[in-house]
């Protein structure tokens, strides 16, 4: 059911950002979805309810205030204590308490910003049409992380280029988690899992918990 006067907002926001109409249009196809996919759709629904503050303008202070708002709504979505365990693997039960919890701290944050700065295109919105399409849900094993996963399917396509985004989701409590993104067929989490394996076997966790701790400080101060 449609809202009072929302045939004049969208008319709007059809004019001023076709993307919000793509995920509009997202959102309403994933209703009947499962539960793993409703979540995905909350979130574009966050996404696509922030956007209007750009209405007013295209500056940059208001775009990356449109990522730190997404990131912090993304925080909320990913299951942080098992990306934290995944992304260090083996090396993470040798970690004292507190290495864990500053290395959760800073990473998360990071990850979160790379995620919707990057995998999650929303900083291309003041910029140029996105399409979003759902493609399709599946349900299957997760022999990289032996995870049950629910996997949704989404198309972002540009003017340039069409990304394939598949979001990894898994049960926790009585709610789905966000564990990890697929990109054109790329695993993030193991991506991440590689570097941090190759820098902590090199010049061990110290220095990388340096590394994540001055990328965490110019994303604070950016935002």
Known sequence: MKRPGAGNIMLNMVRKF?????????AMAL??????????????????????????GKSEDKKQKLLTKARKRLLTLIDTEYVGRM??????????????????????EILAYNLVKTYVPTNFVADQDIKVDFVNEEVKHDPVFNAEANIIHTRFTTDKVVYL???????????????????????????????????????????????????????DSRS
């Open 165 to 219: 985004i598949d979001f990894y989701m898994h049960p926790v409590g009585k709610t789905y988690k966000l564990y990890d993104v697929y990109v054109d067929g790329a695993s993030v989490l193991l991506d991440y899992q590689n570097q941090f394996y190759n820098m902590i076997s090199s010049k061990g966790f110290p220095y990388l918990l340096k590394r994540l701790k001055e990328k965490y400080e110019q994303l």
């Open 18 to 26: 076709k993307l919000a109409v793509a995920l509009l249009g997202m």
């Open 31 to 56: 209703e009947s979805c499962s539960p793993a996919t409703q979540e995905i759709d909350k979130f574009f629904r966050y996404i696509n309810d922030v956007r209007s503050d750009l209405q007013s």
């Open 87 to 108: 992304s260090l693997g083996k090396y993470y039960d040798g970690l004292s308490v507190s290495e864990k919890q500053e290395f959760s701290r800073v990473f998360h």
